[in-house]
């Protein structure tokens, strides 16, 4: 069975960081482009970040450049998603997604407007809340 676990949310006071991780089983992630969305209360889910399958192209939500950095380790077969500076208007939950497609401009040229079940596989969510 394909399976996309997400795990690293919680509870972080304004400022602070967490690194979520994105881990695959039953697949190995080596030609794969892995995105992360996130969905907060009452809002639409919304395209975060994607990297390529080799990492040689990333791309972000203008709200958390210079905050969150993509990087991956495909021979762990996970993805991490560091997010520093954190707001509470990050507040949400956090989904990986994977795409087999191992072009290396992946994600300069998919927007992450892309809707979400346009991807191959999602996984379940972490939480991530942001308060004082």
């Known amino acids: 069975q394909l399976q996309l676990v997400e795990s690293g949310g919680g509870l972080v006071q304004p400022g602070g960081s967490l690194r979520l991780s994105c881990v695959a089983s039953?697949?190995?992630?080596?030609?794969?482009?892995i995105g992360w969305f996130r969905q907060a209360h009452g809002k639409e889910r919304e395209g975060v970040s994607c990297?390529?399958?080799?990492?040689?192209?990333?791309n972000y939500l203008d709200a958390v450049k210079g905050r969150f950095t993509l990087s991956r380790d495909n021979a762990k077969n996970t993805v991490y998603l560091q997010m520093n500076n954190l707001k509470p208007e990050d507040t949400a939950v956090y989904y990986c997604?994977?795409?087999?497609?191992?072009?290396?401009?992946?994600?300069?040229?998919?927007?992450?407007?892309?809707?979400?079940?346009?991807?191959?596989?999602g996984g379940q969510g972490t939480q991530v809340t942001v308060s004082p």
């Open positions: 997604v994977a795409e087999k497609n191992p072009f290396a401009d992946f994600c300069t040229l998919v927007p992450l407007s892309r809707r979400y079940d346009y991807w191959d596989l």
């Open positions: 039953g697949f190995t992630l080596d030609d794969y482009a």
């Open positions: 990297i390529s399958s080799r990492g040689k192209s990333s």
